[in-house]
């Protein structure tokens, strides 16, 4: 059956693929329908799936080589290429990271090579909460006034895990001396060229910690300034889950944010595979 691409906003950002078969072994050339939606929607929703876990790895390394997310305690038992989101419990013991991702960012961006893509699976998702929010940042770098995108032009942000991670993660522990010396700080260009579309992209997200060239109190609020402009509502999909739902996004022209749910009452398991990416390319704003 061919598949449809429905999109979910009249500006194009984000796409429902309605008639995949649900385990998502697609032939050729829905395949590649697909992932040139991928490219033309940065956000794409499968509903109805009945993925396996070799099912879902299978087709997220279609997309390109997969990333194994460190550290490997919230991966799934056997299947390393799968990083657990959320609260769900086995024997008592947590499977899974909780409260990964509030707060908006592109996976991997405090990273020296961030993540291209990831795809995230509800296996088990609570009926209200949860919610999962998408930001459009080629409509949030097209959206600046034209003197700040002048001034954003050619400079890169810093993003710091070591000074952030006691923020965003209040709830674990601090990093040991290994894992600082793993996640040292990284400059990515703030106008970032997509290599695929061509199109920039704002770069930034919770993890910015201070802008080249910009003394650091006010890059820092700088920082705070274009993270509020990319959640503005009208840059924002809101994905509601419903068992079964699967969400591709790309990390590198998308923000996204989880949002709370009643822990005490409900779980929310989560899969997620996640794609390996490449350098930042900085945008050539001459051109
Ligand atoms: C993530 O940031 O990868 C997880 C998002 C979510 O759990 O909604």
Known sequence: MALQIRPLAPNGFGAEVVGA??????????????????????????????????????????????????????????????FVVGNAEEGGKAVGMR???????????DKAIPNAGSFLFGVNVPPEGGDTIFADMYSAWDALPAALRDRLAGKRARF???ELHHVHYPHLPAL????KRDRPDVW??????HPRSGRTALYIGR??????????????????????HAQKPQF????????????LWDNRCT???ATPFDEERYTRRMHRTTLEGEQPLLADLAA
């Open 255 to 257: 923000q996204h944010c």
């Open 176 to 179: 040991t001396e290994e894992q």
């Open 21 to 82: 078969d649900p385990t998502l072994q697609l032939d050729d050339a829905a395949f590649r329908q697909v992932e040139q939606a991928w490219f033309d929607h940065s956000i794409l929703v499968f509903r109805n799936l009945a993925m396996t876990p070799e099912q879902q790895i299978a087709f997220t390394r279609r997309l390109g080589p997969l990333h194994i997310m460190v550290p490997l305690q919230y991966n799934l038992d056997g299947y390393p290429e799968i």
């Open 236 to 247: 924002l999909y809101r994905h509601s889950w419903r068992p079964g739902d699967a969400v």
């Open 207 to 228: 993890w910015a910690v201070e802008i080249e060239g910009i003394p650091q109190e006010e890059g820092k609020a700088l920082i705070a300034e274009l993270c509020a």
């Open 99 to 109: 409260r990964a991702g509030m707060g908006f960012h592109s996976d991997g961006e």
């Open 160 to 162: 710091s895990r070591i």
């Open 188 to 193: 990515h260009p703030i106008a970032r060229k």
